[in-house]
């Protein structure tokens, strides 16, 4: 039997024969058990959207609940620091709780905030890297926003919040990447304590933070969207079977069931359109879907891109094997019940592992790329080419970097982690010469390709390293102004940061999607004799957890010198 009870009350048992997790509970000497029922003051939120809440000082995490409610919640997992919980009733709902729109929201991982308010989704982004700052990268933070007209700040096609923060969110969980373990292998930081990974654990009790607080970093509202729906322009959905028919959607959350979805909310209802179109004819066909337990099967994922500014689309049928059944039939249904689709591909990955791409694309039909702008610069995209899912937000993102490089036309600037040139390219049109480095061949090809396209001669692009190229730009005599960096989740490489503090350029720009990485880069490059000026979160996933950050660094000496 299982006793109901609040937080704060030692686990006993009336039974001699106590079950195993009390057993468990009583030696690690926690207050809660599984199977318990409990209530909890939720204090935050996890990077995951997870609510944080506390019983007796253990934290539980529990899915569905937001800061500042009061729930009833049954223990699901314990751990010797933290555990998981399942929402059972919300007691004192918090005024930022809505109505999720989307019926399979809780059921989908695709989303996880659509039971947050707009506005209460920006103030917890933007605290969620106040919080990163501070936490991990020992950095003092204004405790305002930092502008004097932040309140009322628009952005065109963009909307920003800046209301009082009626909680302190919390940063992490267990976290399922091996990206962010490297910063918080098992976090979970709320206002009342924390729980770090090892290697961060002895520095955070003794580290000061690095920058005074009179000269603290400004951290702005985050830009949101005054349409926050419908704002993705690809969809990638795996395919698989139910009940004898075809079904693509996203995974279950924590698994790889497929839930089914004919819309979804934050897609361009065109990719919608496209994706259900696409079932219906492999179902016609009897084409078979792809079986991750046995490997057997044909059609493993659905991808399809649009350009909002060209309205050309682009449909990409991943196969298990070369062979693709009743081909000509494919091709000819798509053109017929979806005219503006300009490019029909095939890209082959016959590999047991959930990436969703092979190395082999084939062109079935059209044009091998579609093309789209993000302000007036033209880009051409392919099947596998990287090119931001939120054109909307990315001008705007993208605006903010070339504001803070602070560009005269008279600057030589460095664009690591180039990618397909989208940053650049931008970049190109305020500088004197920018110089754009990755990693990936195929995407220095495209990014060559759309320099072309724009007709840009002041930018030149090479295949390498950051960390091996840019040192040996700077023995040619390639000396940058601005350095420009955009990395993946992980953040940048070590020896990159080493690089630009032995280059020591005035400014630089740093484009994060991760704010925990983020947070561990600038600081390195603070410790390097860098200060971090400005933070703009951007909300790029709108109903999601994930935010983009534009950082402005300058060179201390400098700063001090405008004093």
């Given at each position: 039997?299982?006793?109901?009870?609040k937080?704060?009350?030692?686990?006993?048992s009336?039974?001699?024969?106590?079950?195993?997790?009390?057993?468990?509970?009583?030696?690690?000497?926690?207050?809660?058990?599984k199977?318990?029922?409990?209530?909890?003051?939720?204090?935050?939120?996890?990077?995951?959207?997870e609510?944080?809440?506390?019983?007796?000082?253990?934290?539980?995490?529990?899915?569905?609940?937001?800061?500042?409610?009061?729930?009833?919640?049954?223990?699901?997992?314990?751990?010797?620091?933290?555990?998981?919980?399942?929402?059972?009733?919300?007691?004192?709902?918090?005024?930022?709780?809505?109505?999720?729109?989307?019926?399979?929201?809780?059921?989908?991982?695709?989303?996880?905030?659509?039971?947050?308010?707009?506005?209460?989704?920006?103030?917890?982004?933007?605290?969620?890297?106040?919080?990163?700052?501070?936490r991990?990268?020992?950095?003092?933070?204004?405790?305002?926003?930092?502008?004097?007209?932040?309140?009322?700040?628009?952005?065109?096609?963009?909307?920003?919040?800046?209301?009082?923060?009626?909680?302190?969110?919390?940063?992490?969980?267990?976290?399922?990447?091996?990206?962010?373990?490297?910063?918080?292998?098992s976090?979970?930081?709320?206002?009342?304590?924390?729980?770090?990974?090892?290697?961060?654990?002895?520095?955070?009790?003794?580290?000061?933070?690095?920058?005074?607080?009179?000269?603290?970093?400004?951290?702005?509202?985050?830009?949101?969207?005054?349409?926050?729906?419908?704002?993705?322009?690809?969809?990638?959905?795996?395919?698989?079977?139910?009940?004898?028919q075809?079904?693509?959607?996203?995974?279950?959350?924590?698994?790889?069931?497929?839930?089914?979805?004919?819309?979804?909310?934050?897609?361009?209802?065109r990719?919608?359109?496209?994706?259900?179109?696409?079932?219906?004819?492999?179902?016609?066909?009897?084409?078979?879907?792809?079986?991750?337990?046995?490997?057997?099967?044909?059609?493993?994922?659905?991808?399809?891109?649009?350009?909002?500014?060209?309205?050309?689309?682009?449909?990409?049928?991943?196969?298990n094997?070369?062979?693709?059944?009743?081909?000509?039939?494919?091709?000819?249904?798509?053109?017929?019940?979806?005219?503006?689709?300009?490019?029909?591909?095939?890209?082959?990955?016959?590999?047991?592992?959930?990436?969703?791409?092979?190395?082999?694309?084939?062109?079935?039909?059209?044009?091998?790329?579609?093309?789209?702008?993000?302000?007036?610069?033209?880009?051409?995209?392919?099947?596998?080419?990287?090119?931001?899912?939120?054109?909307?937000?990315?001008?705007?993102?993208?605006?903010?970097?070339?504001?803070?490089?602070?560009?005269?036309?008279?600057?030589?600037?460095?664009?690591?982690?180039?990618?397909?040139?989208?940053?650049?390219?931008?970049?190109?049109?305020?500088?004197?010469?920018?110089?754009?480095?990755?990693?990936?061949?195929?995407?220095?090809e495209?990014?060559?390709?759309?320099?072309?396209?724009?007709?840009?001669?002041?930018?030149?692009?090479?295949?390498?390293?950051?960390?091996?190229?840019?040192?040996?730009?700077?023995?040619?005599?390639?000396?940058?102004?601005?350095?420009?960096?955009?990395?993946?989740?992980?953040?940048?490489?070590?020896?990159?940061?080493?690089?630009?503090?032995?280059?020591?350029?005035?400014?630089?720009?740093?484009?994060?999607?991760?704010?925990?990485?983020?947070?561990r880069?600038?600081?390195?490059?603070?410790?390097?004799?860098?200060?971090?000026?400005?933070?703009?979160?951007?909300?790029?996933?709108?109903?999601?957890?994930?935010?983009?950050?534009?950082?402005?660094?300058?060179?201390?000496?400098?700063?001090?010198?405008?004093?």
């Amino acid at each position: 039997m299982n006793n109901n009870r609040k937080g704060g009350h030692s686990h006993k048992s009336k039974s001699n024969r106590r079950k195993p997790a009390a057993v468990s509970a009583a030696i690690a000497n926690l207050p809660v058990a599984k199977n318990d029922e409990i209530e909890l003051e939720m204090i935050g939120l996890t990077h995951e959207g997870e609510g944080v809440g506390r019983a007796d000082g253990y934290t539980l995490f529990v899915s569905g609940a937001l800061p500042g409610e009061r729930v009833k919640a049954r223990v699901l997992k314990t751990k010797k620091q933290y555990g998981y919980a399942k929402l059972l009733k919300v007691l004192n709902e918090s005024p930022d709780r809505v109505q999720a729109p989307c019926p399979i929201y809780t059921q989908c991982g695709g989303c996880q905030l659509q039971h947050m308010s707009y506005a209460g989704q920006l103030e917890w982004k933007r605290q969620h890297v106040i919080d990163n700052l501070e936490r991990i990268g020992k950095l003092a933070v204004q405790k305002q926003a930092g502008s004097e007209d932040a309140d009322s700040q628009v952005v065109e096609g963009t909307v920003t919040g800046n209301t009082p923060i009626r909680g302190t969110s919390a940063e992490g969980t267990t976290v399922k990447s091996s990206v962010d373990q490297d910063v918080h292998s098992s976090a979970v930081e709320a206002h009342v304590s924390a729980v770090q990974h090892p290697a961060d654990a002895s520095r955070s009790t003794s580290m000061k933070p690095i920058v005074s607080a009179s000269h603290a970093i400004r951290v702005l509202p985050t830009l949101g969207m005054s349409e926050p729906w419908r704002y993705r322009n690809k969809a990638q959905v795996p395919i698989g079977q139910q009940d004898g028919q075809l079904v693509g959607g996203f995974y279950a959350r924590g698994s790889h069931r497929i839930i089914d979805m004919q819309s979804c909310l934050i897609q361009d209802s065109r990719n919608d359109e496209l994706v259900n179109k696409v079932k219906a004819i492999g179902q016609e066909l009897h084409i078979q879907p792809y079986n991750e337990e046995t490997g057997e099967g044909i059609l493993r994922h659905v991808v399809v891109k649009v350009g909002f500014a060209t309205n050309e689309m682009m449909i990409v049928l991943v196969t298990n094997g070369e062979r693709l059944p009743r081909k000509p039939e494919w091709i000819e249904r798509i053109r017929a019940e979806m005219p503006q689709v300009a490019s029909i591909c095939q890209n082959i990955n016959t590999k047991q592992t959930n990436v969703i791409f092979g190395d082999e694309t084939r062109t079935l039909w059209g044009r091998d790329v579609i093309h789209d702008y993000i302000g007036d610069v033209k880009f051409a995209i392919s099947a596998r080419s990287f090119y931001q899912v939120n054109p909307v937000q990315t001008e705007v993102l993208y605006e903010k970097a070339v504001q803070y490089a602070g560009l005269t036309g008279n600057e030589t600037v460095i664009d690591a982690y180039c990618g397909i040139g989208t940053i650049s390219l931008f970049l190109a049109q305020h500088a004197k010469r920018v110089y754009g480095v990755e990693i990936v061949k195929e995407a220095i090809e495209d990014a060559r390709k759309n320099a072309e396209l724009n007709g840009m001669t002041n930018v030149e692009f090479e295949v390498g390293a950051s960390e091996d190229v840019i040192p040996r730009w700077k023995e040619q005599g390639i000396t940058p102004d601005v350095i420009v960096v955009d990395p993946p989740r992980k953040g940048c490489d070590p020896r990159l940061l080493e690089t630009i503090v032995q280059m020591q350029p005035e400014k630089v720009v740093y484009v994060s999607c991760n704010p925990s990485t983020l947070a561990r880069d600038l600081q390195v490059l603070e410790e390097g004799g860098y200060r971090t000026v400005e933070v703009q979160p951007v909300d790029m996933f709108p109903h999601t957890v994930h935010v983009e950050c534009v950082v402005k660094l300058e060179r201390e000496d400098i700063l001090l010198n405008e004093v």
